[in-house]
């Protein structure tokens, strides 16, 4: 970025700041107090905002239901309670100069409300004034009464249109999201994510040592337990002031924050245990005679069977999954304690916390295993008798003061450390699966296992610990009441180090590995953000309202990795310093970026809202020649039965229609646009080691960000006095610019291939939610939500001069989903001679790879529901669907037609199709009957809470408990034949595949909760 450029942000960001600094004397203002109550129960609402209409003037209720608005100037004033899950209210009053007034609500619940507060780039708005659909979670109600493990549960199936999948059952194991399809061919498809105004770093294959496929995401390091609640901004038309970076969505996070009052308590225990009820495959072997020579065969399978090759005898089969002697799946366990307290004054609150959380994953080293190995060595590593666990500990400091009037300033801090042990699979000849579905036919035969011993896998050490700091400074100024002046810094440091330890003499993998191997890998990801905008609204008549915001915002990556690894350890070794031979590396990228943005919008009698905005973005990693980025962005929001000539309709409560238009971008990596060299050693003429360089990359002067361009059109309809809330919206997202690798010509003397703006990518599909308050009595309260999407993918254009691109048997092709299968397909399958044997003649195959299916569901839908009896018994599940997408069953297929362990390779009468695809597999014809269909049901959760009475409460010194029994992953219903449906190798972009991947497992938690 140049110096001229710097100036010229730096010049616009003192403009911005000089409105904050226009600001007139004070006029007398009066004070407005009172409570927000619910109108069934009578009980006080906390965290309802309060807000003088018109201006930027607002409170949170505290845990009473008390809300103090301050400053307000004389006059005729509407003043508005809203909180989300109740109607909102508004009540308009004279307030006299200098009074103080007290006035109350007593609001309906509801399940609709268009005056709930969400965060958006220039600050809190209501959802009446969006012309885009913004997903929230109410994350603090959730926590507590379902079997929430980590972040990524609390995402999973809760919002329209978001596709959370954890790629297995592993403690710690990583999570991909999509939101709205998938953009980008060659970048990242996940979003952005912000913790309380800063983005933070939210890697998905967060590792550097071999692990097999597996890796963690650092967004499940953040503490569910201290988040309030979760924003959803799911794509450009709503994303536009988010610049460059948020094409795939933004998931805003706001952690909890303590309120005026007396200090309040929270403390919690949780306590649960994991199990494996998956079914696992059991390997088969056929004994026979050879044709014609009548010779023994220890393997005739189906195949030689059907070319008239073999006769089988006897078929052996043993799964050393399912003998207890050998299993190394057992029962894990997992505890949680936490406690935070939150409190303080009009001057100063706080809300503080911590936490100690351990998880014991489900594999165990045998019990025979273990005393025979202790019989020869003494004591065992822990690590390796139970080699997959997670340890963690989350500390939070919140903390708000007003000390003047007119300013609020906030600090948020957040630390993590964590220590987690991963245990090798999937692709993997050191996996633990690997073995055991690679495995023998009989217990004599090597135990029944295949490539290494549980012990031996068990004894390699692969830890990653985690450090983690989260902080920022939030300052509000309202000099005036029409105008606001914010300004947000912050920083998210992640210290990884990965660490793997082959103990010399135990792993005979290799001759290198058998000698004792150690890696120690240390990164740090620095995310820095600054943030500074003002926005004032200005009444320019009776019926007119208008706010206008600007801003400028500042983020900088940095990652610093530094690895070394040593071969050839001492027998008790264990550094890298002890080794016989060692190597190092190191690495650095940044990446800047600095971006400005103006929004007006123009406010029609609290009915009609209309916006309009354009952000300009400039960074690093644009290529030397492009000019910034204009981002330009445009909604419209209209509460039609507001208006005077909308009839009134008895069951319609209120109608609104909206629509959103907008753009924004991804950034291409950090190297794309830059020609560098790569060091590397040579020799010379005399034989001398020197120094020498290789092109690395010859870059590209003209690479744009990638662009994407979005509309969004809706409406939600409240019936039936709030009870019932239906809300739809439709989708167009089109990537252009989008990154493509060129070939580039051997004779240039220079890299392979380079990125260029060449393809173009569209997503479109519907979102629904419908909530209903089916009944609402001071016995029974009984809610039910049904949430649901579709999604069409498909790739636009891919450049003139670029092929399909393909990777495996996956490929990216115009006019089809990204990332689609393509193989011959298997057209029919027909057991002529009627011998339950499927030989290659009898199976018809397509002449030409075809389109199989898209890797991602087409289909979404969610069904939730909740029943309270007499305000002390509440039982909530949650049961979802993904369906119209296929996945690679890899396992199966490695199984089958590779190693040749499964039943359908040799056993007749097996499943007629899966011996087809086995015997074409085999051949290398086709992987077509390994493409299945991967649509499924899933009972995510379960839970039953229980509130005891009041007196029981005081009889135990607290104010409010409440016990629950909860249960995770307990029913999936589908046709997949593979392990699992949702299991995958990886976190990669497109990857669809389940190979040789532990599949989730299921948990049953207890939980107890004491406020005082």
Not at 167 to 175: E, L
Not at 653 to 671: H, M
């Given at each position: 970025?140049?110096?001229?450029?710097?100036?010229?942000?730096?010049?616009?960001?003192?403009?911005?700041?000089?409105?904050?600094?226009?600001?007139?004397?004070?006029?007398?203002?009066?004070?407005?107090?009172?409570?927000?109550?619910?109108?069934?129960?009578?009980?006080?609402?906390?965290?309802?905002?309060?807000?003088?209409?018109?201006?930027?003037?607002?409170?949170?209720?505290?845990?009473?239901?008390?809300?103090?608005?301050?400053?307000?100037?004389?006059?005729?004033?509407?003043?508005?309670?809203?909180?989300?899950?109740?109607?909102?209210?508004?009540?308009?009053?004279?307030?006299?100069?200098?009074?103080?007034?007290?006035?109350?609500?007593?609001?309906?619940?509801?399940?609709?409300?268009?005056?709930?507060?969400?965060?958006?780039?220039?600050?809190?708005?209501?959802?009446?004034?969006?012309?885009?659909?913004?997903?929230?979670?109410?994350?603090?109600?959730?926590?507590e009464e379902a079997p929430i493990t980590n972040l990524s549960d609390?995402?999973?199936?809760?919002?329209?249109?978001?596709?959370?999948?954890r790629s297995s059952g592993q403690v710690g194991s990583g999570t991909?999201?999509?939101?709205?399809?998938?953009?980008?061919?060659?970048?990242?498809?996940?979003?952005?994510?912000?913790?309380?105004?800063?983005?933070?770093?939210?890697?998905?294959?967060?590792?550097?040592?071999?692990?097999?496929?597996?890796?963690?995401?650092?967004?499940?390091?953040?503490?569910?337990?201290?988040?309030?609640?979760?924003?959803?901004?799911?794509?450009?038309?709503?994303?536009?002031?988010?610049?460059?970076?948020?094409?795939?969505?933004?998931?805003?996070?706001?952690?909890?924050?303590?309120?005026?009052?007396?200090?309040?308590?929270?403390?919690?225990?949780?306590?649960?245990?994991?199990?494996?009820?998956?079914?696992?495959?059991?390997?088969?072997?056929?004994?026979?005679?050879?044709?014609?020579?009548?010779?023994?065969?220890?393997?005739?399978?189906?195949?030689?069977?059907?070319?008239?090759?073999?006769?089988?005898?006897?078929?052996?089969?043993?799964?050393?999954?399912?003998?207890?002697?050998?299993?190394?799946?057992?029962?894990?366990?997992?505890?949680?304690?936490?406690?935070?307290?939150?409190?303080?004054?009009?001057?100063?609150?706080?809300?503080?916390?911590?936490?100690?959380?351990?998880?014991?994953?489900?594999?165990?080293?045998?019990?025979?295993?273990?005393?025979?190995?202790?019989?020869?060595?003494?004591?065992?590593?822990?690590?390796?008798?139970?080699?997959?666990?997670?340890?963690?500990?989350?500390?939070?400091?919140?903390?708000?003061?007003?000390?003047?009037?007119?300013?609020?300033?906030?600090?948020?801090?957040?630390?993590?450390?964590?220590?987690?042990?991963?245990?090798?699979?999937?692709?993997?000849?050191?996996?633990?699966?690997?073995?055991?579905?690679?495995?023998?036919?009989?217990?004599?035969?090597?135990?029944?296992?295949?490539?290494?011993?549980?012990?031996?896998?068990?004894?390699?050490?692969?830890?990653?610990?985690?450090?983690?700091?989260?902080?920022?400074?939030?300052?509000?100024?309202?000099?005036?009441?029409?105008?606001?002046?914010?300004?947000?810094?912050?920083?998210?440091?992640?210290?990884?180090?990965?660490?793997?330890?082959?103990?010399?003499?135990?792993?005979?993998?290799?001759?290198?590995?058998?000698?004792?191997?150690?890696?120690?890998?240390?990164?740090?990801?620095?995310?820095?953000?600054?943030?500074?905008?003002?926005?004032?609204?200005?009444?320019?008549?009776?019926?007119?309202?208008?706010?206008?915001?600007?801003?400028?915002?500042?983020?900088?990556?940095?990652?610093?990795?530094?690895?070394?690894?040593?071969?050839?350890?001492?027998?008790?070794?264990?550094?890298?310093?002890?080794?016989?031979?060692?190597?190092?590396?190191?690495?650095?990228?940044?990446?800047?970026?600095?971006?400005?943005?103006?929004?007006?919008?123009?406010?029609?009698?609290?009915?009609?809202?209309?916006?309009?905005?354009?952000?300009?973005?400039?960074?690093?990693?644009?290529?030397?020649?492009?000019?910034?980025?204009?981002?330009?962005?445009?909604?419209?929001?209209?509460?039609?039965?507001?208006?005077?000539?909308?009839?009134?309709?008895?069951?319609?409560?209120?109608?609104?229609?909206?629509?959103?238009?907008?753009?924004?971008?991804?950034?291409?990596?950090?190297?794309?646009?830059?020609?560098?060299?790569?060091?590397?050693?040579?020799?010379?003429?005399?034989?001398?080691?020197?120094?020498?360089?290789?092109?690395?990359?010859?870059?590209?002067?003209?690479?744009?960000?990638?662009?994407?361009?979005?509309?969004?059109?809706?409406?939600?309809?409240?019936?039936?006095?709030?009870?019932?809330?239906?809300?739809?919206?439709?989708?167009?997202?089109?990537?252009?610019?989008?990154?493509?690798?060129?070939?580039?010509?051997?004779?240039?003397?220079?890299?392979?291939?380079?990125?260029?703006?060449?393809?173009?990518?569209?997503?479109?599909?519907?979102?629904?939610?419908?909530?209903?308050?089916?009944?609402?009595?001071?016995?029974?309260?009984?809610?039910?939500?049904?949430?649901?999407?579709?999604?069409?993918?498909?790739?636009?254009?891919?450049?003139?001069?670029?092929?399909?691109?393909?990777?495996?048997?996956?490929?990216?092709?115009?006019?089809?989903?990204?990332?689609?299968?393509?193989?011959?397909?298997i057209k029919a399958v027909n057991d002529a001679n009627q011998d339950?044997?499927?030989?290659?003649?009898?199976?018809?195959?397509?002449?030409?790879?075809?389109?199989?299916?898209?890797?991602?569901?087409?289909?979404?839908?969610?069904?939730?529901?909740?029943?309270?009896?007499?305000?002390?018994?509440?039982?909530?599940?949650?049961?979802?669907?993904?369906?119209?997408?296929?996945?690679?069953?890899?396992?199966?297929?490695?199984?089958?037609?590779?190693?040749?362990?499964?039943?359908?390779?040799?056993?007749?009468?097996?499943?007629?199709?899966?011996?087809?695809?086995?015997?074409?597999?085999?051949?290398?014809?086709?992987?077509?009957?390994?493409?299945?269909?991967?649509?499924?049901?899933?009972?995510?959760?379960?839970?039953?809470?229980?509130?005891?009475?009041?007196?029981?409460?005081?009889?135990?010194?607290?104010?409010?408990?409440?016990?629950?029994?909860?249960?995770?992953?307990?029913?999936?219903?589908?046709?997949?034949?593979?392990?699992?449906?949702?299991?995958?190798?990886?976190?990669?972009?497109?990857?669809?595949?389940?190979?040789?991947?532990?599949?989730?497992?299921?948990?049953?938690?207890?939980?107890?909760?004491?406020?005082?």
């Amino acid at each position: 970025m140049s110096l001229a450029k710097v100036r010229t942000w730096f010049a616009m960001g003192l403009a911005v700041a000089g409105l904050g600094f226009a600001a007139p004397a004070l006029a007398q203002q009066a004070t407005i107090s009172g409570r927000v109550l619910d109108q069934n129960s009578g009980r006080p609402i906390p965290d309802a905002v309060v807000t003088v209409v018109g201006t930027n003037i607002q409170a949170t209720t505290d845990a009473e239901g008390r809300y103090t608005l301050r400053n307000v100037l004389p006059g005729r004033v509407q003043i508005r309670a809203a909180r989300i899950g109740y109607q909102a209210q508004v009540q308009v009053l004279n307030v006299p100069s200098g009074a103080q007034l007290t006035v109350d609500f007593d609001i309906p619940a509801a399940v609709v409300s268009l005056d709930e507060v969400v965060v958006t780039a220039t600050g809190e708005q209501r959802q009446r004034e969006l012309g885009n659909v913004v997903g929230k979670i109410q994350a603090a109600q959730v926590v507590e009464e379902a079997p929430i493990t980590n972040l990524s549960d609390l995402l999973t199936a809760r919002t329209p249109g978001v596709v959370v999948q954890r790629s297995s059952g592993q403690v710690g194991s990583g999570t991909r999201i999509r939101i709205r399809g998938a953009n980008s061919l060659s970048l990242s498809n996940e979003p952005l994510v912000y913790v309380d105004g800063i983005r933070v770093e939210q890697g998905v294959s967060s590792v550097s040592v071999f692990t097999g496929g597996q890796a963690p995401s650092r967004l499940d390091d953040l503490n569910p337990e201290d988040i309030e609640s979760i924003e959803i901004i799911k794509g450009p038309s709503a994303a536009t002031l988010y610049g460059t970076e948020a094409a795939n969505g933004v998931i805003r996070i706001t952690t909890k924050r303590g309120r005026p009052g007396r200090s309040r308590w929270n403390v919690y225990v949780e306590g649960g245990v994991l199990t494996d009820p998956n079914e696992y495959p059991t390997n088969y072997r056929a004994f026979g005679r050879l044709l014609p020579s009548n010779a023994f065969t220890n393997n005739c399978t189906l195949v030689r069977v059907g070319n008239g090759q073999c006769v089988q005898d006897s078929i052996l089969k043993y799964n050393p999954l399912e003998d207890p002697e050998e299993s190394p799946i057992s029962t894990g366990y997992r505890s949680q304690y936490g406690a935070n307290i939150s409190g303080g004054t009009d001057l100063l609150s706080y809300y503080l916390s911590g936490e100690y959380e351990k998880e014991v994953g489900t594999y165990r080293l045998p019990k025979r295993v273990e005393d025979s190995l202790k019989a020869v060595r003494g004591e065992l590593p822990p690590s390796q008798i139970r080699p997959n666990s997670l340890e963690r500990v989350s500390l939070r400091s919140n903390l708000r003061t007003q000390a003047l009037s007119t300013a609020e300033l906030s600090a948020q801090a957040g630390f993590t450390t964590s220590n987690l042990q991963i245990v090798q699979n999937d692709n993997n000849s050191l996996g633990i699966l690997p073995s055991a579905f690679f495995g023998t036919w009989s217990r004599n035969v090597n135990r029944g296992w295949g490539f290494r011993l549980p012990e031996e896998v068990f004894a390699i050490n692969t830890r990653q610990k985690v450090d983690r700091f989260t902080g920022s400074l939030n300052a509000n100024w309202q000099p005036i009441s029409w105008l606001t002046v914010r300004g947000i810094a912050g920083l998210d440091l992640t210290s990884r180090l990965d660490d793997q330890f082959f103990p010399t003499g135990e792993v005979p993998a290799s001759t290198t590995l058998l000698a004792g191997d150690k890696t120690a890998n240390r990164a740090q990801i620095y995310q820095y953000t600054a943030d500074f905008g003002v926005t004032a609204n200005h009444r320019l008549s009776s019926f007119l309202q208008v706010r206008s915001s600007v801003g400028v915002q500042y983020f900088r990556d940095l990652f610093t990795f530094n690895g070394a690894t040593g071969n050839g350890l001492p027998a008790g070794a264990k550094s890298v310093g002890a080794a016989a031979t060692t190597r190092a590396t190191e690495s650095t990228a940044e990446r800047i970026t600095l971006g400005a943005f103006v929004e007006e919008q123009l406010n029609f009698n609290e009915r009609l809202f209309l916006t309009l905005g354009v952000r300009r973005d400039d960074a690093s990693s644009f290529g030397r020649d492009l000019e910034a980025i204009v981002y330009p962005k445009f909604s419209a929001s209209w509460v039609i039965t507001e208006e005077p000539f909308f009839p009134e309709i008895g069951f319609l409560a209120s109608l609104r229609v909206r629509g959103a238009w907008g753009e924004t971008g991804l950034q291409p990596g950090t190297t794309d646009a830059v020609a560098f060299f790569n060091p590397v050693g040579v020799s010379d003429a005399t034989g001398a080691d020197v120094v020498g360089v290789t092109v690395g990359g010859i870059g590209n002067t003209r690479l744009k960000p990638e662009r994407a361009r979005e509309i969004e059109a809706g409406g939600d309809v409240d019936l039936f006095d709030g009870r019932v809330g239906v809300q739809v919206t439709y989708f167009k997202k089109t990537s252009r610019d989008a990154l493509v690798s060129r070939v580039l010509a051997p004779s240039l003397g220079s890299a392979a291939a380079r990125f260029e703006n060449l393809g173009s990518v569209e997503n479109r599909g519907w979102e629904g939610v419908f909530s209903a308050r089916l009944l609402d009595t001071r016995l029974l309260q009984w809610e039910v939500t049904l949430t649901g999407s579709t999604l069409e993918n498909k790739l636009l254009e891919l450049g003139e001069g670029i092929d399909p691109i393909s990777f495996g048997i996956q490929r990216h092709v115009e006019g089809y989903p990204l990332g689609g299968f393509w193989q011959r397909p298997i057209k029919a399958v027909n057991d002529a001679n009627q011998d339950g044997v499927i030989a290659i003649g009898e199976i018809t195959v397509g002449d030409t790879a075809e389109f199989l299916g898209a890797p991602l569901p087409k289909r979404e839908l969610t069904i939730s529901s909740a029943v309270t009896l007499f305000d002390r018994v509440r039982i909530q599940g949650l049961m979802d669907h993904k369906g119209g997408h296929v996945r690679d069953a890899g396992t199966m297929w490695f199984r089958c037609s590779q190693i040749q362990t499964c039943e359908s390779a040799y056993v007749p009468g097996a499943d007629l199709y899966d011996q087809a695809a086995a015997v074409m597999a085999l051949a290398q014809i086709t992987r077509a009957g390994y493409v299945r269909d991967a649509s499924f049901w899933k009972l995510r959760e379960v839970s039953l809470t229980f509130f005891w009475p009041d007196n029981l409460a005081r009889l135990l010194g607290v104010s409010r408990a409440s016990l629950t029994l909860t249960g995770r992953n307990l029913l999936t219903i589908t046709d997949w034949p593979d392990l699992d449906p949702e299991a995958s190798l990886n976190q990669g972009n497109f990857t669809a595949q389940e190979f040789l991947t532990q599949p989730p497992i299921r948990y049953w938690i207890a939980r107890l909760n004491l406020n005082f």
